[in-house]
């Protein structure tokens, strides 16, 4: 009797899911399509990935020379000598590694997008690595190279053009910058030369042309705005791209449909954190980078007064990977029966899912097209970022300010992302036994109804 209502509740529940999945498959699919193989984006996405070394091994640098010195500090130990010394190259490793982030994104996102270009004509003559030195060299043509000094005036550049504050701006730059050298290297107007001369030489001629046209560009439009009233482009793009944006696109609302669509797509069997994060990676990374950077100056959470969207849909929505199943998986194992299809997939995917690795249950089990768990895949992780934002904007837990290696297991990763204090630790664990209570449900129903199709597979086979 159990067996046959199980039944009829997923056939008359079936047929609403049959309708919701026909229409996500008709708006959403396309969308995702257009995303998967626009260049532009793809290029974006490789860059903002690009730069993660660098903000790694800042941070953590940063995390260590500021805790040496406010420890070292409290305990008496003088700073001098060798100590002093350690500690300064920390310090410096920090201020490299973080301090020219901008320019990582300037070189990457030019570089990817003339990979991503190149090809694309018969002919082509498109070198990514030329791209990316004259997408650098626009960039730096960009900004301003005076700096008052009291009553003087000397010749240097800010620092601030070349970190995170520089990074939409060096995207913008170098996507650019990359477009126009593509599309003049293969025009008519390049120079030319007999087809017996070796490549290197070849393609620094044919940049003749294009680096002259577009270093002359870029010198153009910042005496333009120079004369408009602005101090530099990078102002300009802030005040009329970056701050808007800022204000719709990073806060929870924003969180939240993000990480509908993306669980959509995955649902789908599209990989929805690739897609998402060409789109809103270059919004969210430089708040996260901002926070690091107070964090190491100031050695104080007080002093952040917004909620990173990365880390708060990172870490705290997606426990175990996308879809927070890291529960999922542990459900699966607690409740399975021995020897059981859902036990196996559980023991495959605890280890993966421990590491924010979930494809071994997506596509296992599966999550991809399976009605029973629509519902908990897509806003199990919404839940968890609703919690996790109030959590953090009220105080309940510190803010995320290291960027981590992403190899740290679930939990040790929110303590080092937490500069090593317990809360964030906490709440990861809170937000596990909820999703606990959440999943069971669906998990029971799904077990049920696997025992269901295979007792009429057996019935059909005898």
């Not at 008359?12 to 998967?36: A, C, D, Q, R, V």
């Not at 050695?299 to 007064?305: L, N, P, R, V, Y």
């Not at 409740?335 to 299809?341: C, D, E, H, P, T």
Request: with cysteine; hydrophobic share 50%; proline share 5%.
């Amino acid at each position: 009797m159990e067996a046959l209502c199980i039944y009829f509740y997923m056939k008359e529940g079936g047929n609403k899911m049959k309708l919701i999945m026909s229409l996500l498959e008709k708006y959403l699919m396309p969308f995702s399509n257009k995303i998967t193989s626009n260049k532009l984006l793809n290029a974006i996405k490789d860059a903002c990935i690009l730069t993660s070394p660098f903000t790694v091994v800042g941070s953590l640098a940063g995390l260590v020379s500021q805790q040496a010195n406010y420890w070292f500090g409290e305990w008496g130990i003088p700073l001098d000598g060798i100590l002093g010394s350690i500690i300064n190259a920390f310090t410096n490793i920090n201020t490299v590694a973080m301090g020219l982030t901008g320019l990582v994104v300037v070189i990457a996102s030019s570089y990817n997008y003339a990979n991503q270009l190149k090809g694309l004509n018969k002919g082509d003559k498109c070198v990514p690595l030329v791209a990316c030195i004259v997408s650098l060299i626009a960039y730096i043509a960009t900004i301003p190279n005076a700096i008052n000094v009291g009553d003087s005036t000397i010749t240097a550049f800010q620092i601030n053009f070349f970190n995170y504050e520089g990074m939409f701006a060096g995207m913008i730059i170098g996507l650019a910058s990359s477009y126009m050298y593509y599309k003049l290297v293969n025009s008519k107007f390049t120079i030319k030369l007999p087809g017996q001369v070796p490549p290197m030489v070849l393609s620094s001629f044919l940049s003749i042309i294009p680096f002259f046209v577009i270093i002359t560009v870029f010198s153009v439009i910042k005496e333009i705005v120079v004369l408009a009233g602005f101090d530099s482009i990078q102002q300009l793009i802030t005040q009329f791209i970056i701050t808007p944006l800022n204000g719709i696109g990073t806060g929870l609302p924003a969180v939240i449909l993000v990480i509908i669509i993306m669980q959509l797509l995955w649902f789908f069997g599209v990989h929805g954190f690739s897609i998402m994060w060409g789109l809103i990676s270059v919004l969210w990374m430089p708040i996260f980078y901002e926070h690091i950077q107070i964090f190491v100056e100031t050695g104080s959470f007080d002093k952040i007064t917004q909620v990173a969207p990365n880390t708060l849909c990172n870490v705290y929505a997606m426990i175990g990977g996308s879809g927070s199943t890291l529960a999922l998986v542990v459900l699966l194992l607690v409740l399975g029966k021995k020897g059981s299809a859902e036990r196996s997939i559980g023991k495959v995917s605890i280890i993966p899912g421990l590491f924010g690795i979930n494809e071994p249950v997506t596509f296992g089990l599966p999550i991809v097209l399976n009605p029973i768990m629509f519902i908990p895949f897509v806003f199990v992780p919404v839940i968890n970022a609703i919690i996790g934002y109030f959590a953090t904007s009220w105080g309940l837990v510190n803010h995320l300010v290291v960027l981590n290696s992403g190899v740290e297991p679930i939990f040790v990763n929110a303590w080092v992302l937490g500069a090593f204090t317990l809360s964030p630790v906490i709440l990861c664990i809170v937000l596990f036994i909820l999703d606990l209570v959440l999943y069971y449900p669906f998990v029971k129903l799904q077990i049920k109804q696997n025992t269901l199709e295979a007792q009429n597979e057996g019935a059909a086979v005898e």
